[in-house]
């Protein structure tokens, strides 16, 4: 055997050597991989049903969200009855209510003023009276 025989040995048992050192991390990738898509199946596999009751959710917000704005309809609705009927009583009797306070304030304005007016008239008399009483009563 010579030199060179010897070297080449030596390097075809390297070379196996490294064979099985990269084999076995290859043969721990290839089982991750089968995990991995292990893991990916089960995954979809849940996904579907989870994504048919997140459809049917949002089918029965939506016929809420209908119901409510049927709701909020009626709501303007009924807002909008109610000013106008506001209005209504507002024109059919505010006016005969400002006649009526109208009048009424005239009514006491001119009961008070003749109450007044007499109560002067009837100070005025008396003053006269007290006047020709003390005058008599000097002479």
């Known amino acids: ?34 995990e991995a ?13 989870l994504l048919d009751d ?4 949002l089918g029965s917000v939506n016929l809420q969200l209908v119901q409510v704005e049927e709701i909020a309809k009626n709501v303007n609705s009924m807002t909008t009855n109610a000013a106008a009927l506001t209005s209504v009583v507002a024109s059919t009797l505010g006016s005969p209510l400002i006649k009526v306070a109208a009048f009424s304030y005239g009514v006491r304005k001119t ?6 007016a ?6 005025r008399a008396a003053r006269k009276g007290g006047r ?7 002479s």
């Open 54 to 57: 997140a459809q049917g959710t």
């Open 111 to 116: 009961v008070n003023e003749r109450r007044d």
């Open 132 to 138: 020709k009483r003390s005058g008599k009563a000097g």
């Open 37 to 49: 898509t292990l893991a990916i199946r089960k995954t979809h596999d849940g996904v579907a049903p």
């Open 1 to 34: 055997m010579s030199a060179g025989e010897i070297a080449a040995l030596i390097a075809s048992g390297a070379f196996a050597l490294l064979v099985l050192l990269l084999a076995i991390p290859l043969l721990k990738l290839g089982r991750t991989l089968d």
């Open 118 to 123: 007499d109560a002067a008239k009837a100070a």
